[in-house]
Every structure is written in C-alpha cells, then in structure tokens.
C-alpha cells in the first residue's frame, strides 16, 4: 500500500497539472482557431475563383468571347442567367437590389453586417468598418449563390471600364462581411477574371498609406486584398 501511495499522484497535483494544461490550451487555442480560418478561407476563395474563372471559359467556348456578349449593355443579370449560372451546378441567380443594405444574395430580409447596429447602411464594410457603397451601385449588381454558400456578384456599371465581380466567400447571411476577410474585389477584364490590383505594384498591395491597400490600417482598405492573396501562392498573411 506504502508503495501504490508513493507512485499515486495526490490531488493537489492533478488539480495542478490541470491547470497548467488549461494555461496552455487558452494560450494555444486563439492561434490555432485563427489559423484554421485562415486556412478555410484561403480554400474557399480559391475554390470559389476556380469556379466562376471556369464557367467564363466554358461559356466562350459555347458563346464567344466574353467582351462580345450583347447582354453587357442589357444588365448583369441577364449575363449571368445566360451565360454563367448554366455552367455552375446548382448555381441560384438573384436580381439586382434597389438597396445598398442587400446587395448581393438577397433571400426577403436583412443579411448584411450592419456594422453599429445600423440596418440603413450598405450590406458590407471596408476592412476600417467604413461602409462599402461604391462599387456595388444599386440596381446594377446582380449575384449568384453556389451550392456550397458562396455568394458572387456582378456589376456592369459601366461599358467602358471592367466590370466588377464580388465574392463572398461564406455568403451574404454570414458575418464579417467585410473586405478582405470574406469579401473579396475582382475584374472581368476583356475575356478573362482577374483579381482588383493585379496591376499594382506588389509593395503597395499591403501599404498602410494607400488607399484600398490590403493593410488593416489603410483608408477603406481591402479592395485588393485578393489580388495580395494571389500573389503570396493563396495564403492569406495580413490577418
């Protein structure tokens, strides 16, 4: 019995070596459920941009070039009924909104953040909680939700310029919504989708000085936050 007492542990020292795990596990936890968010996040963008870059391509195959299609000077919607959504499985098109607070995904009630409570505002915000009005432009933004959640939007605002795309990576009804984060900015340039900045120069993409940078500290920033996550081989490393 002396012997099975003296290799037993007592309960002052379980109580202890509990605590110690528990120190640990708080110290520990915060990071690894950081990275893990990280890590979806980059899968989800990257899945969601291989999807949407493919039904573009296969549509030109079916359709001819992207820039040629008439429907561009119709509205969004109608490119996105024609042309995209029938070469995405399970794809769901939503018309444009007359809102700024549910622009994209719109299923009959509210789904943006609405940072500070304030339902009047628009559905997302920049990385600096500004509110995001342009360039969605009411009336003009039209999306398409994907089997999986992910909410993408089209703007045709203009003919002369590219035409924006928005991907919300876990869709309109689920927070952050905010720049950089589960929103990200891109182009549909001639034929071809590419990320809003490509054409920066890499030491402004994360510069706290310059607007819409994908610095946290930047002025409405995260606007070319997925054309930095390209560019760093998909990973995301300013959050």
Known sequence: KEDKMKNGFTMAEVLVTLGIIGIVASMTMPGLIKKHKRVESETRLKKAYSTISQAFLTAQAKHGEAKDWPEWETSAEEILKRYIAPEIKGAKVFASSESKSNLMCYEGK?????MNGNKESTQYGWMDKVYISSPFYPNNTASIKLMDGTCIGLNYNSEKS??????DINGSYRRPNVAGYDLFFFQVVENTIRPYGY??????LFNASKGNSCHPKANRGGRVCAAKIMGDNWTIKYW
């Open 199 to 204: 054409d920066w120069k890499t030491e402004d």
């Open 162 to 167: 590219p035409k924006a795309l928005f991907i």
């Open 110 to 114: 509210f789904v943006g953040n609405y």
